[in-house]
Nanobody
Framework: QLQLVESGGGLVQPGGSLRLSCAAF????????ITWFRQAPGKERDGVTC??????YYADSVKGRFTISRDNAKNTVYLQMNSLKPEDTAVYYC????????????????WGQGTQVTVSA
C-alpha cells in the first residue's frame, strides 16, 4: 500500500522560504511520478509541479520560485519554495502516479495527508 507523508509546512512572511518534504513508505519512489498539489480555501486542488525520473515541470504560477527535487536514497521528494506570496497560502499535498498531471488531478493518484502553508505578514 502506497503511503506518503508530507511535512515542513508552517507560517512564513511574504518573501520568505519553506521546504516541504514528501516521504514514501511501503514502495519506492523511483518508479513513480510525484506531483505537488495545493488547495486554497474555496478553490479546486491544483498541481503546481511534478518530477518524473529526472524531468521536472512547473506551473507558470510557481516557475522560478519553486524547485522540486528527489533523494532516492531517502525515498523522499522535496519542494523548495522561495519568494513566497500570500496567494501561495494553501494545503499542499504530494501525490504519486504514473505520469505528470499539472492542473486538476487525474483521479488515479495516491495522496498524502497534506501540510498547511500560510504566507502572511
Amino acid at each position: 500500500q502506497l503511503q506518503l507523508v508530507e511535512s515542513g509546512g508552517g507560517l512564513v512572511q511574504p518573501g520568505g522560504s519553506l521546504r516541504l518534504s514528501c516521504a514514501a513508505f511501503g514502495f519506492s519512489l523511483d518508479y513513480y511520478t510525484i506531483t505537488w498539489f495545493r488547495q486554497a480555501p474555496g478553490k479546486e486542488r491544483d498541481g503546481v509541479t511534478c518530477i518524473e525520473f529526472t524531468n521536472t515541470y512547473y506551473a507558470d504560477s510557481v516557475k522560478g520560485r519553486f524547485t522540486i527535487s528527489r533523494d532516492n536514497a531517502k525515498n523522499t521528494v522535496y519542494l523548495q519554495m522561495n519568494s513566497l506570496k500570500p496567494e501561495d497560502t494553501a494545503v499542499y499535498y504530494c501525490a504519486a502516479d504514473h505520469g505528470c498531471h499539472l492542473g486538476p488531478p487525474a483521479g488515479s493518484e495516491s495522496w498524502g495527508q497534506g501540510t498547511q502553508v500560510t504566507v502572511s505578514a
